[in-house]
């Protein structure tokens, strides 16, 4: 099989299960449905029993992390390439088709990592289009200054990745100390510095940027990663500088050399450089100042909005000190794993 489409689902709303109907509809002799339910609804559940056959399987668990669902339904599949699907996002059949057939040609040892085609993004103000350029240049630094220079929510991760690449990516999600709503982006850079993206123009995919489409909705997302992960709500001001300073930890690190090359240094630099600028644009100060720890995040934010010279190492530094002053317990295991990469 060379394209498993994986639904990860935990939704029991009408709405989501017709877009489960949907998805096991596109199941052929050329593309693996796999659908993994963790809703715990037991009506879901006889819904789809009734979907299984040869090209479709299904398998349900009781409530789990959303990773944990994402590693389930890929350990079921058995494509080379997979592609992902929201159970609030939809599929046009016959893109799915020419994906699966354009993945089927790409050989072994290309240097291609994903394949992605035009997404129709939708929101309440209506639907806005997206198709990335620049993604299959032969240099990573290439890749990824067009990646950051595309104005629009992140959706690689919609692409069709090789499957090698996912299996990585969810080892590596599982490692991390914090679970936080930007990893995807880490991830993403990650994967534009091991291969290029190559695109395909027939394919479409339409996403529900759903709580994302304010930017009210979505700091309430990623304040609640983080209250989640158990930091303080004043790390918000600190979130592109973690996910700059994860990012080239992660590109330039020792253990990712031999899949990103010489090139990691740079990407790195770049990567940094790029989140440094969200975070001195970005003014995510709004709720906070009664939060406890604020006037000390505070600090870190006006000693980094000043710097001129960025340092990955240094960053981590500073914002480890923040989290041990705030009595975050995971604080050094957080410091240990970035810079022990």
Request: proline share 4%; hydrophobic share 40%.
């Amino acid at each position: 099989m060379t394209l498993s489409l994986l639904m990860p689902t935990n939704r029991a709303s009408v709405p989501a299960l017709s877009k489960v109907l949907h998805v096991a509809s596109l199941a052929s002799a050329d593309i693996e449905v796999v659908i993994a339910d963790n809703s715990g609804d037991d009506a879901k559940r006889r819904l789809l029993d009734g979907l299984r056959s040869d090209t479709v399987k299904v398998v349900s668990t009781e409530p789990t992390a959303p990773r944990v669902n994402a590693q389930r339904v890929l350990d079921e599949s058995s494509g080379k390439w997979i592609q992902f699907i929201a159970d609030d996002d939809y599929l046009i059949e016959s893109g799915l088709r020419k994906l699966a057939s354009f993945a089927e040609s790409i050989a072994d040892g290309t240097g291609v990592v994903a394949a992605t085609g035009g997404f129709l993004v939708e929101s309440p103000g209506g639907v806005s289009s997206l198709r990335y350029a620049g993604l299959d240049a032969a240099r990573g630094m290439d890749r990824l200054r067009a990646f950051v220079s595309t104005a629009a929510p992140n959706l690689l991760y919609y692409g069709a990745l090789r499957r090698d690449f996912v299996e990585l990516s969810l080892v590596l999600q599982g490692q991390l100390p914090f679970n936080l709503s930007y990893h995807d982006q880490v991830i993403s850079a990650l994967m534009l510095a091991v291969g290029k993206v190559l695109p395909v123009p027939q394919y479409v995919y339409l996403y529900d940027l759903g709580g994302w489409s304010t930017r009210n909705g979505s700091r309430a997302i990623d304040r609640g990663y983080q209250q989640r992960a158990g930091l303080p709500l004043s790390t918000d001001l600190l979130q592109w500088l973690m996910c700059g300073a994860e990012g080239a930890s992660l590109l330039g690190s020792a253990t990712f050399s031999e899949l990103v090359g010489d090139e990691g240094p740079p990407m790195a630099a770049l990567w940094l450089e790029h989140n440094h600028n969200r975070f001195r644009h970005d003014n995510r100060s709004e709720g906070l100042s009664a939060c406890p720890w604020y006037s000390r995040a505070r600090a870190v934010h006006a000693k980094w909005d000043r710097k001129a010279r960025l340092e990955s190492r240094e960053l981590l530094d500073d914002i480890a000190d923040f989290m041990r002053e705030a009595g975050v317990e995971e604080a050094d295991a957080y410091h240990q794993f970035w810079t022990g990469l």
